[in-house]
């Protein structure tokens, strides 16, 4: 890796980059397309919250000089530049304990942000939600002096994160049992930060999957006003290597079960590894979902990023990548961590981004890449779809975010042997359409069979020829082949079997289709 992040931002100013391309540094912001703040924590970064000015809220912790750890809220102008209006000089640390971790934070239908994570009282967790004025003091009139906390009496209650709907708060995470187990948990706040009796079960719902560790990770809102909320369960039961899987339920606003939504409000999806959810994001342009996560397989040590697309019933989306679900596997000992929080642009677009790492020799860089919304590979997109950058020992936790043409990845850099300085940085995001839907082409092309084993065809209904490329799933060309008649066959025997990405050029269009070799 280069030696100082320095030497990156000059090698992005030569001749020899075109800095408009998708995905690379937008330089116009911060400080040459990267603002960093020192936070000591590993949980420094941990959401970016955008206001109706663009303006940017870091949410987050930050380790004090007493190694205390308090929840730190940087505000930014959507410039990239600190808000000397907000807190101290853009910074705001809220002390409740000496171990305070904030996960998520939204700006509510009064455009105060509120904040949700855990703090520590007497060796437990406890749900926190904390809500700010626009100068970044509490607001008394919520909670406590600006504070609610919920402690559920068996052990540690987490929130992982938030959405309001009908100024219902309704904060999902999980709470600890009797047993010492987790349960999923969503509990329902009143805007005055009081718990909701309406909601649920007097303000709570609580749910234990089998006696089994169960926790919700992120939520959000279909056109009606349900709650679709995604997290994790496990079954002790099963084989060590595949014990946890997707969770996604489904609630209305008053937190009763949508029992037409999976098998009775629930849905389990399973890639047959241990499968984390992170986080749940709505497509614009339909009630259909993005679950995504990490995969880990115990056997080899190695995790990588998946996703599943789900419809408003629960059920996979099969035009999605291969069946509904897709997986972004190991590159030549290189694990992609991109599903805590990925992007989904206004045309469907799905952008993923965090640490790509090397564990031998141990090595962090940061990565980004974008599919388009059927789970093909954008190769428009930065360098056949993939965009690298290393930063200094790199990036962890990442999350992102876009406002208009920019997208934004927020994480923790390590330069030191401890994760010191939060990093946001800005790229050029793009809504162009690059790449032809094959969809509209079918007149024209028939490709078969998919999935194939040893041959593939390709058939021309003109005389409209070019070649067709295999790229891998991080955009790798794998081999081209010419299209020079009407009928065309292609000898796949050199080819590994696996998830691939067949691209038609001609002097006119760029057609990809995905490709499965068995």
Request: hydrophobic share 35%; aromatic share 12%; proline share 2%.
């Amino acid at each position: 890796m280069k030696s100082s992040l320095f030497i990156i931002i000059s090698f992005l100013l030569t001749p020899f980059i075109n800095l408009s391309q998708n995905g690379y540094l937008d330089l116009s912001f911060a400080n040459n397309g990267i603002f960093t703040y020192p936070s000591q924590s590993y949980f420094g970064g941990e959401d970016l919250t955008i206001d109706s000015n663009d303006d940017i809220f870091i949410t987050g912790t930050v380790k004090e000089s007493n190694s205390d750890e308090n929840v730190q809220i940087i505000k930014l102008l959507s410039s990239g530049h600190l808000d000397n209006s907000f807190g101290a000089d853009g910074v705001k640390v809220v002390n409740m304990s000496s171990n305070d971790v904030a996960y998520k934070s939204i700006i509510d239908s009064n455009g105060k942000l509120i904040s949700v994570g855990k703090t520590k009282l007497n060796d437990h967790y406890q749900m926190f939600a904390m809500r700010m004025n626009s100068d970044g003091s509490l607001d008394n009139t919520f909670g406590v002096n600006g504070i609610f906390t919920f402690s559920y009496g068996f052990g540690d209650a987490v929130a992982f994160s938030l959405v309001e709907v009908n100024n219902t708060l309704v904060l999902a995470g999980y709470v600890t049992n009797a047993n010492e187990n987790i349960d999923f948990a969503l509990i329902g706040m009143t805007s005055n930060g009081s718990i909701d009796p309406s909601f649920g079960s007097n303000g709570l719902i609580i749910i234990d999957i089998n006696g089994n560790d169960d926790q919700f990770r992120d939520l959000v809102l279909d056109n009606s006003n349900n709650i679709i909320v995604c997290g994790q369960t496990t079954d002790d039961s099963l084989p060590y290597w595949n014990q946890t899987d997707f969770a996604v339920y489904k609630f209305n606003q008053n937190g009763n079960i949508v029992s037409n939504f999976g098998n009775n409000g629930f849905k389990r999806i399973d890639f047959e590894e241990n499968d984390l959810a992170q986080s749940i994001r709505k497509f614009n342009e339909s009630d259909s979902f993005l679950i995504s996560g990490i995969f880990n397989n115990v056997d080899c040590s190695c995790d990588s990023t998946i996703a599943a697309k789900i419809n408003t019933t629960g059920e996979l989306d099969n035009t999605f990548a291969d069946n509904g679900k897709l997986r972004i596997p190991t590159d030549n000992g290189f694990i992609y961590y991109g599903g805590s929080s990925p992007v989904i642009q206004d045309n469907g677009k799905i952008v993923f981004a965090g640490p790509k790492v090397q564990l031998s020799p141990f090595i962090y860089d940061e990565h980004y890449m974008r599919f388009d919304n059927t789970g093909v590979l954008d190769l428009s997109f930065g360098n056949q779809g993939l965009v690298i950058y290393d930063f200094d020992r790199s990036v962890m936790n990442s999350k992102s975010k876009h406002t208009g043409d920019r997208l934004l990845i927020l994480g923790v850099r390590a330069s030191g042997p401890d994760f010191n300085d939060v990093i946001l940085t800005g790229h050029i995001l793009s809504n162009d359409l690059s790449t032809v839907d094959f969809s509209n082409y079918k007149n024209q092309y028939l490709i078969y069979p998919n999935p194939a084993s040893n041959v593939l065809f390709i058939e021309a209904s003109n005389d409209d020829f070019g070649e067709a490329r295999i790229y891998d799933v991080f955009g790798k060309l794998i081999t081209t082949f010419s299209l020079d008649n009407r009928t065309n066959k292609i000898d796949l025997n050199i080819i590994s079997s696996g998830f691939y990405f067949l691209e038609i050029r001609t002097l006119e269009k760029k057609i990809v289709e995905k490709l499965i070799i068995k």
